[in-house]
Each structure stands twice: as C-alpha cells, then as structure tokens.
C-alpha cells in the first residue's frame, strides 16, 4: 500500500523498511525454498510475476507489506550499494528517533540484512454477526436497532510472518515483529481485529501466538490442517493499549515498541 511505502518502523531487534522493487532478487530465492512455499500456503512464481506482484501490492491498500532487517546484521562499515558510510535509525532504547529524519539510502544499503517480511491483508467488518457483536459490546443490546444505525467501518487483519533466513529463526524476534505490526495497524490503519492461519505442523507459530502473545482459537481447517487464531478487542485504541501492555509484559527490552522513520523514494 502507499500508505506504508515511504516509512518505516525502528524496532530493538529488527527495523521494518517499505517492499521496494530493490529487495526482489532476495524475495525470488527465498520462495523458492520448499520449507517456505509450505509454511506460507504459496505457489512458486517466476521474477517477472514476482515484479508483477510487488507492484500490485504497493497500489492495493488492503495490503501492507515490510521487509525485515535484522539489527545485527547491520554494520555501519559493510553496504551493499558501495558507499562507506551506513545511517541506521537508532534503537527505540537508544534514542526517540525524529520522524523528520530521512533515511534514503536504507533500502539500498541494508540488502545483506533482509531476513524476512510480514505483512497485513486488510479486510471489512460486514457480517450480521460482526456487527452484532458491536453493538451488544457498545450495550445496546437490542439488535432491532441495526437497521436503524450505520456502525463505524471497522477493520480486520490477517497477520503474516515469514522469517526466510533460517539462520534468525528461533531467535525471539518473533514477539517483537508482531507486535510492532500490530501496532502500527490499529494505530495508523485503525485495526481492532487481528487473525493468522497457521498449519498445525508449526509448533514454533504456534507457541508464538497462541502461547506467548494470548491469541485464541476461531477455527480449524481439517481440509488443510490449518489453525485460525484471533485477538480483538472494541476499538483500535483499545487495541493499541493492549499491544503496549503485552510489550511490557514481554519483558524483551525496557523501551518503546518501535520509532517511525521516513525512507523516501530517491
């Protein structure tokens, strides 16, 4: 999506920067590893759909995409465009980062450090049920009443994680990765809902969401061996707060979530 294309997202362990089309050769190998085709329930694709496909997702905005880059593979001596000098946001337990900071040449730079990506599929809040539950929430309790109200366009989410580089899986990333995502969902993208899909097979997916970040069981797909596992709350405030407490709660790092950054088109 446009609304995420020229940020990005300064976490303790990983920054998030914006899918751009420099990052394609790296995201081709990576899908076409077996391992990850299964993981992410995906089809191998050739560079041109792959092309094809980058550029689709930053003109959807129901889709919002950011490659990750691992912290310690950043090295202010070691670049990929050449140049001898690499400006890497600070930690958000370092410093608070001035969103007015510029950081242009990050993409280009940081191609070594890609270890990932995660994304958000963006859907509507329509059913009877959904909306239901919103207002039974907001007590008003009688149903007989929808008709007559127009409910506030709500969004939902499917969260997606894919750390390619086996090399940082089973690191403790995870739960940082997601909840910055989350976050930057229901704060910027006033997301309350968040849902993933999760083979059953996944037993390190699993223990991440269902165990340490709390998500409950929707569903289970016996056709695909799937698990649907959900967080929501009222609001995106409330969503936002509750992100917060479960960073504390974590205990990775005594600092903030995450700093925005701009990383603007050059």
Same mark, same amino acid.
């Given at each position: ?5 020229? /940020? ?33 329930? &995906? ?24 490659? /990750? ?6 090295? &202010? ?10 400006? /890497? ?48 929430? &907001? ?65 390190? &997916? ?16 016996? $056709? ?6 959900? $967080? ?35």
């Amino acid at each position: 999506m446009r609304t995420n294309y020229e /940020i990005g997202l300064s976490g303790c362990k990983c920054i998030l920067v914006p899918y751009r089309p420099e990052h394609l050769p790296n995201y081709h190998e990576w899908m076409k590893d077996p391992f990850l085709l299964d993981a992410t329930a &995906s089809e191998p694709l050739t560079m041109e759909q792959e092309v094809e496909m980058q550029q689709s997702w930053r003109e959807d905005e129901r889709k919002c995409t950011f490659i /990750i880059l691992a912290r310690d593979l950043l090295n &202010s001596n070691n670049t990929c465009d050449g140049s001898t000098q690499l400006e /890497i946001p600070p930690s958000p337990s370092d410093e608070h980062v001035d969103e007015t900071c510029f950081y242009p040449k990050l993409v280009k730079q940081t191609l070594h450090a890609m270890i990932g990506d995660i994304n958000l599929f963006l859907s509507e809040e329509e059913s009877f049920e959904e909306v239901a539950e919103y207002f039974q929430e &907001s007590n008003i309790m009688s149903l007989d009443r929808l008709e007559s109200k127009k409910p506030p366009t709500f969004h939902k989410a499917e969260l997606d994680l894919m750390i390619a580089k086996p090399s940082h899986r089973h690191k403790g990333i995870g739960a940082e990765l997601a909840l910055m995502m989350m976050h930057f969902g229901a704060s910027v993208l006033k997301i309350r809902h968040f849902f993933v899909k999760i083979k059953d097979t996944n037993t390190s &997916s699993l223990r991440l969401f269902r165990d340490k970040l709390g998500f409950s069981q929707c569903a289970y797909a016996e $056709c695909f061996r799937e698990y649907e596992l959900e $967080c929501k709350c009222k609001t995106p405030l409330e969503m936002v707060k509750w992100i917060e407490n479960k960073w504390a709660s974590c205990g990775v790092e005594k600092s903030r979530l995450y700093d925005l950054f701009k990383c603007p088109l050059i």
